[in-house]
């Protein structure tokens, strides 16, 4: 029977872009977190969340 794994190449372009994900996810809250730090205006915050989503 053949030997049917996946390539290392493979391998390593999946580890790579669920790690890009995991990191976007993490820079999305931690982004908005930070705004609600600094700013007490919802709007600015929400604003900065509608623009995260739009990039």
Known sequence: ???R???PSFRRFW?????AD????IR???LL???AAVSED????AL???CQRGA
Do not use: K, N, R, T
């Not at 995991?22 to 996810?25: I, L, N, Y």
């Not at 919802?42 to 915050?45: G, H």
């Open 33 to 35: 977190l930070i705004a």
């Open 15 to 19: 580890v790579s872009a669920a790690a």
């Open 1 to 3: 029977m053949a030997d």
């Open 28 to 30: 999305a809250g931690v």
């Open 5 to 7: 794994s996946l390539p």
């Open 48 to 50: 900065i969340a509608a």
């Open 22 to 25: 995991v990191a976007d996810g």
């Open 42 to 45: 919802a709007f600015s915050v």
